[in-house]
């Protein structure tokens, strides 16, 4: 039966010879029976290859293609339903018919379920870390020749944590309360200095040696998810490293957005919107470069948009993945984000995937979320975004001045603005993550505020994701340099003094607010109405601010106040939210509450109570 889609498979092929058989690499090396995309597309690399003919006994070959360079060779395969599993042998002729040589490609079979997988959702606690700042656990992988080498005193340099470290860390992500694990990438980042961070790949099918191999990520993620924990992938469709092999050997001219000098991005992610934009202003947004490490992909070629869509199912299967976090969402072509998304929707329907619009504007982070009303008429299928207006609100709610109105103000009005979203729960929450200052930096140092902030996070609607170090209060006090605010998670080293998987060496403030992190995601996870309810919220009033969580029956009544000293409450002003409880358990304390009696706020707490 002929099938509907087509996956674009790629085949690397280097070094090849007349009368040799040389396999240097295939993108993907595998592929699956029963997937949606059900074609694929091998682009094979070798030299002067472009007018080999490809052909195989055992996969039905439907077509080839070359583009500018004579090096690559685009070859179309069906992975039909009958499809048997196993290694399937592609050769390649001349056309007077001589053997060049031959790739090889598995395919398997799909997990059971694959298809409908669930992705992570506003009931989860995402944990996000920096592999190569968390945890060393395989000390043999430091150093690889060729690459840039480990050196812990090198703020933006290697400093050896691996995948392998993450693995032997899941006992305490699971203790903390981790239900989804988000690690910035992995993937090759073969750049000469700054690779640690990942964001700029020389490979998209293999993991950076330096972090393990692609088995000991898979190996993660099977064991993450025997304790309860899902992985996420993060994920780069917008630009490469200057280092990745396609740079010396472009398959087409228009492969990157090249330009006749070195142009960045201007980053007015505004211009995507405004009526009044100048054309150059929206083609250097979209087609500058980051800098000029990370070439700036064109991802309105067609087959490298099939490139990445594949790219990103490929890992999804094999990684049996809970959700992908895509980098610099608005910056790619946008009928591509559209198509990117909705292919991988249409293989795993109940997936999630979380785009990084850093904005401070609601709307202009809404516009990406799937059924949000638009001006125009885009169709994106979006399911998340990321909320950094009510990051910069809680902050700027916890350390303002009381003026004419309270400062926590800032709070609701940024939750007031969830009208413009598609799916409010399903928004990602945060405190800080990699690329800002530490939340406890950002609030000052200022343990209360830190207390009341992680109270408002573990609350309020969507899904909480926080950075590695936010329940031992790390922070970056003395500089917003990003390798200090990526520093070295304590413990993660076998000469570290403090260690944070233990307890070892951590101050007593530091023991508390591990404590208090803990205790507030048992909180929400035993609570419907907490990670998954309706918001029901008030004006603040004298730096108190209440809302309420419900969903169905249960009810959960949330107090925040600012202030230094304690606050009685006007109990019939909340009598909406209330509906006629007469009790209500304070479920950080255990302790009952008679609402008919008022109800007292003390200085700087957060009450949580679960309404009778």
């Known amino acids: 039966m002929e099938m509907k889609n087509t996956v674009i498979l790629i085949l690397l092929l280097t070094g090849i010879t007349v009368n040799a058989q040389i396999l240097s690499k295939i993108e993907p090396a595998s592929w699956w029976v029963g997937m949606s995309m059900d074609t694929v597309e091998f682009m094979v690399y070798g030299s002067d290859i472009a007018d080999l003919k490809a052909e195989s006994k055992s996969l039905k070959i439907i077509g080839s293609e070359s583009l500018d360079s004579k090096n690559y060779l685009f070859v179309t395969a069906v992975i039909a339903t009958t499809t048997k599993t196993g290694s399937h042998k592609i050769s390649f002729r001349i056309p007077n018919g001589k053997l060049k040589g031959a790739l090889f490609v598995d395919i398997f079979d799909r997990r059971t379920g694959s298809a409908d997988?669930?992705?992570?959702?506003?009931?989860?606690?995402?944990?996000?870390?920096?592999?190569?700042?968390?945890?060393?656990?395989?000390?043999?992988?430091?150093?690889?020749?060729?690459?840039?080498?480990?050196?812990?005193?090198?703020?933006?340099?290697?400093?050896?944590?691996?995948?392998?470290?993450?693995?032997?860390?899941?006992?305490?992500?699971?203790?903390?309360?981790?239900?989804?694990?988000?690690?910035?990438?992995?993937?090759?980042?073969?750049?000469?200095?700054?690779?640690?961070?990942?964001?700029?790949?020389?490979?998209?099918?293999?993991?950076?040696?330096?972090?393990?191999?692609?088995?000991?990520?898979?190996?993660?993620?099977?064991?993450?998810?025997?304790?309860?924990i899902g992985l996420i992938m993060d994920q780069v469709a917008n630009h490469i490293g200057s280092h990745h092999s396609w740079m010396s050997d472009l398959p087409s001219e228009d492969w990157v957005n090249q330009w006749e000098d070195f142009t960045q991005t201007n980053h007015m992610k505004v211009s995507r919107f405004d009526i009044h934009a100048a054309e150059v202003d929206r083609k250097q947004f979209t087609d500058g470069w980051f800098v000029e490490t990370m070439p700036d992909l064109n991802q309105a070629h067609p087959k490298l948009a099939r490139y990445l869509i594949q790219n990103s199912i490929w890992w999804v299967e094999y990684l049996d993945l809970y959700g992908?976090?895509?980098?610099?969402?608005?910056?790619?072509?946008?009928?591509?984000?559209?198509?990117?998304?909705?292919?991988?929707?249409e293989e795993y329907p109940n997936l999630n995937i979380v785009g990084e619009e850093w904005v401070s504007d609601p709307g202009l982070i809404s516009y990406w979320q799937a059924d949000a009303k638009r001006q125009d008429d885009y169709q994106s299928y979006l399911p998340s975004v990321m909320d950094f207006p009510l990051q910069t609100a809680i902050v700027e709610g916890l350390q303002g001045e009381e003026g004419w109105r309270s400062s926590m103000t800032k709070i609701y009005e940024s939750l007031a603005n969830d009208y413009k979203y598609g799916d409010v729960n399903n928004i990602m929450i945060f405190p800080d993550n990699h690329d800002m200052s530490r939340i406890f930096t950002q609030l000052e140092e200022n343990f209360d505020h830190w207390k009341m902030a992680m109270s408002l996070y573990f609350t309020t609607r969507g899904t909480l994701q926080i950075f590695y170090g936010t329940e031992i209060l790390m922070t970056n006090r003395d500089s917003d340099d990003h390798g200090v605010i990526r520093t070295d998670f304590p413990g993660g080293w076998q000469d570290d003094q403090v260690n944070a998987f233990s307890g070892k060496g951590l101050t007593s403030q530091q023991l508390e607010a591990q404590s208090w992190i803990k205790l507030l995601s048992k909180i929400r996870r035993d609570s419907r109405a907490l990670h998954s309810g309706e918001l029901l919220h008030y004006i603040p009033n004298s730096e108190v601010y209440v809302y309420f969580r419900s969903f169905e029956l249960e009810r959960i009544m949330v107090v925040a106040n600012r202030n230094e000293i304690s606050k009685e409450l006007n109990v019939a002003r909340y009598s909406q939210g209330i509906d006629g409880s007469k009790t209500g358990l304070n479920l950080i304390t255990g302790e009952t509450i008679n609402l008919l009696d008022g109800l007292t706020v003390g200085p700087m707490e957060t009450l949580i109570i679960e309404l009778k």
């Open 324 to 345: 992908i976090r895509m980098d610099t969402w608005s910056y790619p072509n946008k009928e591509f984000l559209s198509n990117w998304t909705k292919a991988i929707l």
């Open 117 to 228: 997988r669930n992705g992570f959702s506003s009931a989860d606690f995402i944990y996000l870390l920096m592999p190569d700042r968390f945890r060393n656990g395989d000390q043999s992988n430091d150093n690889v020749i060729g690459m840039e080498k480990s050196d812990r005193t090198k703020l933006g340099g290697r400093h050896g944590g691996d995948i392998e470290g993450v693995r032997l860390s899941l006992d305490y992500l699971q203790d903390l309360g981790v239900t989804g694990l988000w690690l910035n990438p992995v993937l090759e980042n073969d750049m000469p200095d700054y690779s640690y961070h990942g964001y700029a790949m020389t490979n998209l099918y293999k993991v950076d040696e330096r972090f393990g191999s692609n088995e000991d990520y898979q190996r993660l993620s099977s064991e993450a998810k025997q304790k309860g």
